[in-house]
């Protein structure tokens, strides 16, 4: 029977709940897809394509969420648990609020985001009436995911799960309700997943606030509706570089994306099946990534570094063992993980079919790197060290991915040197590239040790 030491004990009973929680977040999208998927080619694109342009937003998300994440994990580990209640409080207050100019901008530019991204004519109109929906639903998307950041960082990673969970089920139901036209309900298409999504994301977001309030959770919310704006300051000093470091991934992936896209509607539609399969394989990278920075966050809260650096390698070797299987299933079995999300009466079945297997081996190859990006991310994040990460993403996701795919892609002349290009699969060989630099900047970074020593 395996054994596992504390500290792989403790890892393990934080990243399992948030490996099944992110599951079921993922697998709101996954039914989306699924479901949409049985609308044609261009369904599929539009959806996918707009779900990019909503993406774009998440920086600023993630600018509150890691430093509630940061800041609750220390308080924690100090057991100073009246500021940990009050970085959730503040938290709150900013995700709610800055969600709100989030979606006025969803609502007026994104039809001209995804012309910008080379998207045809049919696919803006489709894409746009998704996104207005899908943005319309941020206030309160930010506000849960800020409140489920404070709750892992406090090491309750089981309640997020579990939520997750029913948002999932009130997804799958609304989602065959509306976008089929069942039992009555209006036949929306691939607007009624939008409208089943905010609906999960809000039914969830109210019940977790209720549980806050009524203190049955680590955390309690006692509101009292006034900013402490040095708590406030706290969370943004470290939350920053976070966004800056998103805002330039999300820049960086609407680069890339605008590569794929202009590879067609087929090459658009095979390259969202198969990031939406991949997006369940790198769950357990998620779920470790989530209980490293918690574990670090604390363990530095007890003024422990070395405790910190111990768990730190703990979830590198969990990490690889997982993510090894999901390369393994991803390499040998791809045709099969992709036969559910594209329908057989398609008339672009046969080569989404083949581009979508491609994708999934290419990406196979790097999914164990990918964990270990996921870990020493994590780790690095929950010292407080933001500004590591961002530095690295300025960094690698140009250098690795989005010029290697361009060129690669369409080709290029250089003198007497001539290359006439692989096309959607040189963009994927460059992603796979950019995963496994990206992974060995991390390490360089961590081996440094400076995160140790980062006030928060």
């Known amino acids: 029977m395996l054994r596992l030491n504390e500290n792989q004990l403790r890892l393990w009973s934080l990243a399992w709940p948030a490996i099944m929680g992110n599951i079921s977040q993922t697998l709101l999208n996954l039914v989306d897809m699924i479901m949409v998927g049985h609308l044609g080619a261009l369904a599929i694109a539009a959806v ?9 937003m998440m920086p600023i998300m993630a600018a509150v969420a890691t430093g509630t994440l940061a800041l609750v994990a220390r308080f924690v580990g100090a057991k100073d648990q009246q500021n940990a209640t009050l970085v959730l409080e ?3 207050y900013l995700a709610f609020f800055l969600g709100i100019p989030v979606m006025f901008f969803g609502w007026l530019f994104g039809a001209d985001i995804l012309r910008i991204m080379g998207a045809k004519p049919d ?5 746009y009436d998704y996104i207005k929906v899908v943005f319309a639903f941020y206030p309160v998307r930010f506000v849960g995911f800020t409140a489920y950041s404070a709750l892992r960082g406090a090491g309750d990673t089981r309640t997020p799960m579990k939520l997750g969970i029913l948002m999932n089920v009130i997804n799958a139901v609304l ?5 089929y036209g069942k039992l009555g309900f209006p036949k929306l298409g691939a607007v009624g997943a ?3 999504s905010g609906i999960g994301i809000t039914v969830s977001m109210l019940i977790a606030l209720y549980l806050l309030w009524r203190g049955r959770l680590v955390l309690r919310f006692t509101p009292s509706w006034s900013f402490h704006i040095e ?3 706290r969370i943004l000093r470290i939350g920053l570089p976070t966004m800056v470091e998103r805002g330039l991934f999300s820049f960086y992936n609407f680069l890339y994306m605008s590569i794929v896209t202009r590879f067609g509607t087929v090459a ?3 390259h969202q099946v198969g990031l939406r399969v991949e997006s369940i394989a790198y769950m357990p990278a998620f779920g470790f990534n989530v209980a490293t920075s918690a574990l670090v966050g604390q363990s530095l809260g007890e003024t422990k ?6 768990t730190v390698y703990e979830a590198l070797k969990m990490v690889g063992v997982f993510m090894s299987v999901m390369a393994f299933i991803l390499i040998l079995f791809p045709r099969y993980l992709v036969m559910p999300f594209i329908s057989s009466s398609d008339p672009n079945y046969g080569e989404v079919m083949r581009l979508a297997s491609i994708y999934l081996v290419i990406v196979g190859i790097s999914e164990i790197p990918l964990g270990w990006l996921f870990v020493l991310g994590g780790a690095l994040r929950g010292a407080g060290d933001t500004r590591t990460p961002m530095y690295i993403t300025a960094v690698s996701k140009l250098l690795f991915r989005i010029v290697p795919a361009y060129l690669l892609g369409f080709g290029f002349t250089i003198g007497p040197i001539h290359f006439e290009g692989l096309g959607i699969v040189a963009a994927w060989i460059a992603m796979s590239l950019e995963t496994f630099m990206t992974a060995a900047i991390f390490w360089w970074a961590f081996k440094r040790g400076k995160w140790k020593y980062v006030k928060v």
């Open 48 to 56: 996918g394509l707009g779900g990019q342009v909503s993406w774009f």
């Open 90 to 92: 503040q938290s709150l």
């Open 123 to 127: 696919v803006v109109e489709l894409g």
């Open 175 to 179: 989602d065959y309700l509306l976008i």
């Open 194 to 196: 939008a409208w089943a």
């Open 231 to 233: 708590m406030a300051k």
């Open 268 to 270: 658009l539609a095979a």
């Open 305 to 310: 570094p070395e405790k910190a650096e111990k």
